[in-house]
Antibody, heavy 128, light 110 residues
Framework: QLQLQESGPGLVKPSETLSLTCTVS??????????WGWIRQPPGKGLEWIGS???????YYNPSLKSRVTISVDTSKNQFSLKLSSVTAADTAVYYC????????????????????WGQGTMVTVSS | QSVLTQPPSASGTPGQRVTISCSGS????????VNWYQQLPGTAPKLLVY???QRPSGVPDRFSGSKSGTSASLAISGLQSEDEADYYC???????????FGGGTKLTVL
């Protein structure tokens, strides 16, 4: 069955760029009915959606992070990636990648729906 | 401050029925479907209910979701000790053009 696996450095220095990759196995990232997303969870706190991408490269970002976030997709490697720039201690969190279906409404068009498959998560600490 | 509002905690005894609420606005719950996630300690979240009241394959029918207006609820009947977890609601927000989560509810089975 489909599995997601996050990878990347566990420690990032303040002001630098956090880079993570999610590898999709057991299925194709080019499947037209899914979005691929990043969600994070600071220690002891709740879930925060970072953004989602469609295989074509179309993206949605959390407005509060939009100026610092880039999500990209590499269909040849069946991977999608997250870059978060100018990090601070507030970006310390467990970062999850997840798959979602897509829904439609007349205002937005297509948008990500429920996250039905999640990676195990990777802890990223921002510290000098 | 989360866009969707959940009570921080809930509790019940084995066999009881508990309900967790999720309050939003017209731009999120009022216009779009609600999803619920269960997060057991130290694990990734798991989809529990989608599209307001649909259960993925493998989720017991003890878990049920509902929506009315700008609020949604998750009900757990026949409470079991293994239900002790954090529960999150989520929905698309048309104004923010993004996914919004509730702050989470920690369920304790007494």
């Amino acid at each position: 069955q489909l599995q997601l696996q996050e990878s990347g450095p566990g420690l990032v220095k303040p002001s630098e760029t956090l880079s993570l990759t999610c590898t999709v196995s057991g299925g194709s990232i080019s499947d037209t009915i899914y979005y691929w997303g990043w969600i994070r969870q600071p220690p002891g706190k709740g879930l925060e959606w970072i953004g989602s991408i469609y295989y074509s490269g179309s993206t949605y970002y959390n407005p509060s992070l939009k100026s610092r976030v880039t999500i990209s997709v590499d269909t040849s490697k069946n991977q999608f990636s997250l870059k978060l720039s100018s990090v601070t201690a507030a970006d310390t969190a467990v970062y999850y990648c997840a798959r979602s279906d897509h829904l439609y409404n007349i205002l937005t068009g297509y948008y990500p729906g429920a996250f039905d498959i999640w990676g195990q998560g990777t802890m990223v600490t921002v510290s000098s | 401050q989360s866009v969707l509002t959940q009570p921080p905690s809930a509790s019940g005894t084995p066999g009881q029925r508990v309900t967790i609420s999720c309050s939003g606005s017209r731009s999120n719950i009022g216009s779009n479907t609600v999803n619920w996630y269960q997060q057991l300690p130290g694990t990734a979240p798991k989809l529990l209910v989608y599209s307001n009241n649909q259960r993925p394959s493998g989720v017991p029918d003890r878990f049920s979701g509902s929506k009315s207006g700008t609020s949604a609820s998750l009900a757990i009947s026949g409470l079991q000790s293994e239900d002790e977890a954090d529960y999150y609601c989520a929905a698309w927000d048309d104004s923010l053009n993004g996914v919004v989560f509730g702050g989470g509810t920690k369920l304790t089975v007494l």
